[in-house]
């Protein structure tokens, strides 16, 4: 049987039974469970077991195959019949979710100050944009290389890829409503802010009579995508585990 436990939260209660024995009248029943640790006792205080081998996993973070193993009488004179059963307890987290943004500038010569300090500029001005809907944005690279042009000569171009995240929940601000709370909703509000930001820079481009200034972003480069990523040593698989598919 799978059964599936939050990071570091307690485990429902797990018991030392089939269907058929919870129906049935045990005698002198002794119940041991085992974990990948090894024996399994109520002295640890992150394990609790009831006299009829209950178990409840406290602050659960050890996956692995876990058995109880039950010994009894079904009466005074019949010997003792022995039953294991066999648990995999998975702990999972929830999945990291955010956008993945790229985008491309004509820049300055790559090894100019000028494109550092753009990028700090424009960082800036993409935290602010986002900041009402408590997400941040957070540069993953920034790569500035020499290009080829078709039918062209070389120019110089910064590849910018940022990641919009949600803040956690204890960061939010707690006078918001609840439905505006929610981190997917609030992620698709920052998502549509980017979104406008780089198309206003394309239309301003268009309107105006002076010159392109040294660096400006080329018009359809931005590309987006969503990221569901989990912690290190945890993974997503949702034929191994279709009854907790977007579990970590």
Not at 129 to 141: D, M, S
Not at 153 to 161: A, D, P, R, S
Not at 164 to 179: A, G
Request: a positive charge.
């Amino acid at each position: 049987v799978k059964i599936y436990v939050k990071l570091n939260h307690n485990s429902p209660r797990i018991l030392c039974l089939t269907n058929h024995l919870r129906n049935l009248e045990l005698i002198d029943p002794v119940f041991q469970w085992n974990g990948p640790g090894g024996s399994l006792s109520s002295e640890n205080s992150s394990v609790q077991i009831s006299p009829t081998g209950t178990l409840i996993l406290r602050r659960f973070n050890l996956s692995g195959v876990y058995t109880c193993s039950i010994v009894y009488k079904l009466t005074p004179r019949q010997p003792d019949k022995k039953l294991i059963i066999k648990y995999l307890i998975y702990a999972y987290s929830d999945p990291k979710s955010y956008y993945e943004f790229t985008a491309q500038y004509h820049a300055a010569p790559c090894n100019s100050s000028h494109n550092t300090s753009f990028e700090k500029a424009l960082l800036h001005i993409l935290s602010k944009l986002v900041a009402e809907f408590f997400c941040e944005v957070t540069l993953i690279k920034s790569e500035c290389h020499h290009v080829k042009m078709q039918r062209g000569g070389l120019q110089n171009e910064i590849f910018f890829t940022f990641s919009v995240t949600s803040l956690d929940r204890e960061k939010e601000n707690r006078l918001c409503q609840q439905s505006a709370c929610d981190a997917s909703h609030r992620l698709n509000k920052a998502k549509h802010l980017i979104e406008e930001f780089f198309k206003q820079q394309v239309e301003v481009s268009r309107k105006s009579s002076e010159p392109l200034p040294e660096i400006y972003y080329i018009e359809g480069t931005l590309q987006m995508v969503w990221v569901d990523r989990c912690y290190p040593g945890y993974g997503m698989n949702a034929v191994i585990h279709p009854d907790c598919p977007e579990c970590c």
